[in-house]
């Protein structure tokens, strides 16, 4: 894809496919992002030439640079965390409150006023403007779950959300917005897959470079993170995840450098985890080799928070800002990094380049040209932003299964009863560093959300039963499912039982498996006994297994849906808006389909610990590749998504050119309701070629097609898509021979095959695809 011939579809000049009527320059506009619409032309001061925006960001970090001292450049690679912590059970020890951070936020950097560098106001994170646990935090609008919007598999509808989130950072003082969360999904049980972009490195890297665009589009940098193998929360801070050079390239290296190349990030947040025996703030493979020599990236590293274990091997080996002290051991990069500059143990070239990357950084995404202003939340549009939130969760949201005649819920229904997951008031959202909170609060107490991080347990005041009642005749009535013979019993007498299941993930733990907690499983199982017509409606932070499913009449997983996620499932559930998510990760049909199906690690380790984790298990077959590989049948396969209406996908062509190929076909609505199909193209070779798994997804498109209506659509895959790594040369190659070009609806679901012949091609490891034309 990615010569990314699809953008054209999605992105560019015209319209976005049907969910959005504005282009992201259009949008932008609209949204009061600043950098969609070009800065006014200012004389540029004679004494600071490094304010002629016309001037190449690395020109512009060079003329500043100059004239900086050591004690300024070093300023640049120190933050603080801007909470305070005093109201906190267990305050940080000997920390000073930072009077110019931003209360309740996630950091802050200095700026150098005399040469006007502004300061950077850090904010969490990929669905939001966060707030740090506060009893007062700021209400800001939500995207849904960084998988969800993996599940709308739109480009467009992902930079549309950045934007939105970008635009709300900048109006509430913030220029760094720590989002762009890249980990694929490796590990079902990981408490943060809700904030990434699912188990495929090209849906990951597009969708979540394109979110990365949005954000910066308003001046805000963007942090893509956590670099890299961050797969699970169990011994994060300690767990050595080993793997080989040409399968790490392969998968969530591939990823990254996807986005990267989409996105251009100000910023790259290095993990917490260690990586082939080295933390991944002090990697050099990572970040110098990797990052900053191979793909060329000019940008800085900083440190998650508490993510910095030293001084002198952390800045040579690739870390250039320490952020949000004081979570690490020690002040690493302040009087200590000075110190190592002066002894020479850090030369003062690597020192220049550290602070020149802060800078281009800074320059590239115009927070020179367009600083914030503080805090101009009051301009903040929150009904427009909710809309915007509300494509996003109605474009994610996936029909698993779906009895004909069931849904979208009957006109002739005169009794609809809902059940569990507070779905009288609220959806239910994320927990951790990501947490966007509601204007106005969580409509929920939970009983099980933990009082510390990473609760409280939030939901967003959007009422899918409301909704719901708004849009039928039926009478609506709630149980909240506790009562398992009270719940049965009413099901009986209902025409339609819809019951709403949940599962909460957060930073900092993994859950214990893949069933849903709480009894729910047994509420679910009881509920349909009663009554046949039972919808299950999932709000879950990625797979679940279902033992519930052949007893079930339709199935709906709604992820995390944000602000608007009540109106965007009700709007769904009732045929106003037609599904077309389709899965970005693979739902096995047990824990012992996966890898590990023991999660490595022990919660109970102390800090000082060094667990290994063994990635060479999957290596470059991820997800539906491993299923592949090893001839799995999962529970719901990736790429799957049924709609209200019916496609034909065929006249698959074919065509070798340049250094990979194009895929021609026809889609077309064969229903009798408007749609939109996720198209899928995945590749194999015919003959074994060093391949890690059977096939890979090459390249996809969403297309919006109204009843009859059918469309031919070209696409050029990127030629990584059917290459290997070569460690060696420090290379991708192409095999030459014949390759099966398949045309799909999901991984598991082929509609057509057919060949294409290629010639051998070599490219070096730092060759872009993703942005030509």
């Known amino acids: 894809m990615t010569s990314y011939r699809f953008l054209a579809h999605l992105a560019g000049t015209t319209a976005l496919i049907g969910a959005l009527a504005l282009s992201p320059v259009a949008f932008a506009q609209a949204t009061n992002n600043a950098p969609a619409v070009a800065a006014a032309k200012t004389e540029v001061p004679k004494d600071r030439p490094w304010m002629d925006a016309s001037l190449d960001p690395s020109v512009r970090a060079d003329l500043i640079l100059k004239e900086m001292t050591l004690a300024e450049k070093l300023q640049l690679t120190f933050g603080y965390f801007s909470t305070n912590q005093t109201w906190q059970v267990t305050p940080i020890k000997n920390y000073v409150f930072p009077k110019e951070g931003l209360p309740d936020s996630a950091g802050f950097v200095p700026g150098i006023p005399r040469l006007g560098i502004p300061n950077q106001w850090q904010t969490d994170a990929g669905v939001g403007v966060a707030t740090q646990r506060s009893p007062n935090p700021r209400g800001r609008t939500a995207l849904p779950s960084g998988v969800a919007t993996a599940a709308t598999w739109n480009p467009a509808v992902a930079y549309a959300g950045g934007a939105m989130i970008g635009n709300e950072a900048f109006l509430s003082g913030f220029n760094v917005q720590l989002a762009g969360g890249m980990n694929l999904l490796r590990e079902a049980r990981n408490g943060r897959n809700f904030e990434y972009g699912g188990e495929d490195p090209l849906l990951a890297g597009v969708i979540t470079g394109n979110e990365i665009k949005g954000i910066q589009s308003n001046n805000v940098i963007s942090t893509m993170k956590h670099f890299a193998f961050n797969g699970q929360e169990t011994n994060r801070n300690q767990m050595d995840h080993q793997i080989s050079d040409k399968a790490a390239r392969e998968s969530d290296l591939l990823a990254f450098q996807i986005a990267n190349e989409i996105g251009q990030p100000g910023s790259v947040m290095c993990a917490y985890n260690r990586v082939n025996g080295f933390y991944a703030c002090e990697n050099n493979w990572l970040l110098n080799d990797v990052l900053k020599t191979d793909w060329g990236f000019k940008g800085y590293v900083m440190s998650d928070w508490g993510a910095t274990h030293s001084t002198t091997q952390a800045a040579n080996q690739g870390l250039d800002q320490q952020s949000g002290w004081a979570f690490d051991r020690s002040p690493y990069f302040d009087g200590a990094l000075r110190e190592a500059v002066n002894n020479g143990y850090v030369s003062e070239a690597r020192a220049n380049d550290m602070a020149r990357r802060v800078l281009w950084g800074m320059f590239s995404v115009g927070l020179f040209d367009n600083p914030v202003k503080g805090d101009q939340s009051s301009r903040i549009d929150f009904v427009k932003n909710g809309k915007i939130s509300q494509t996003d969760a109605e474009e994610s949201i996936v029909l698993l299964k779906n009895t004909p005649g069931l849904l979208p819920l009957s006109r002739t229904a005169r009794s609809i009863l809902i059940v569990g997951s507070h779905a009288d008031v609220g959806v239910l959202s994320g927990g951790g560093s990501s947490q966007v909170y509601p204007v106005g609060g969580s409509p929920v107490p939970d009983e ?326």
């Open 448 to 773: 099980f959300a933990p009082n510390g991080f990473p609760g409280p347990k939030t939901y967003y005041p959007s009422s899918p039963m409301k909704g719901i009642q708004a849009r039928t005749s039926a009478t609506v009535t709630y149980l909240d499912g506790k009562d398992l013979k009270a719940a049965a019993a009413a099901a009986k007498k209902a025409d339609v039982v819809i019951v709403f299941g949940e599962q909460w993930t957060g930073e900092s733990f993994d859950v214990p498996d893949l069933n849903l907690p709480n009894g729910q499983d047994a509420l679910i199982s009881t509920v349909a006994k009663a009554n046949k017509k039972t919808v299950v409606v999932l709000q879950t932070g990625g797979p679940v297994v279902m033992p519930w499913l052949k007893n079930v009449g339709a199935v709906v997983e709604a992820w995390y849906p944000g602000t608007s996620g009540g109106e965007a499932i009700a709007r769904v559930l009732t045929g106003e808006v037609n599904p077309s998510g389709h899965l970005p990760a693979t739902f096995p049909a047990s824990i012992d389909q996966t890898p590990r199906p023991k999660l490595e690690g022990d919660p109970k380790l102390d800090a000082d610990s060094h667990p290994v984790s063994d990635y060479n298990i999957d290596g470059a077959a991820i997800g539906y590749k491993w299923f592949d590989k090893k001839g799995l049948k999962p529970l719901f396969p990736f790429g799957h998504g049924l709609s209200y209406t019916t496609f034909q996908l065929g006249s698959l062509v074919a065509e070798a050119k340049g250094q990979s190929f194009i895929a021609s076909f026809n889609v077309k609505n064969t229903g009798a309701v408007e749609g939109k199909d996720v198209a899928q193209v995945y590749v194999s070779p015919v003959e074994d070629s060093g391949w890690e798994a059977p096939k890979r997804l090459a390249t996809f498109l969403k297309v919006d097609l109204k009843p009859g209506e059918s469309r031919t659509v070209t696409l050029t895959v990127d030629p990584r898509m059917v290459a290997t790594y070569d460690p060696a040369s420090k290379s991708w190659k192409v095999a030459e021979g014949y390759y099966k070009v398949m045309l799909a609806t999901s991984a598991t679901d082929i509609v057509q095959t057919v060949q294409v012949r290629l010639d051998a091609q070599t490219f070096g490891v730092g060759t872009h695809f993703a942005n030509a034309q």
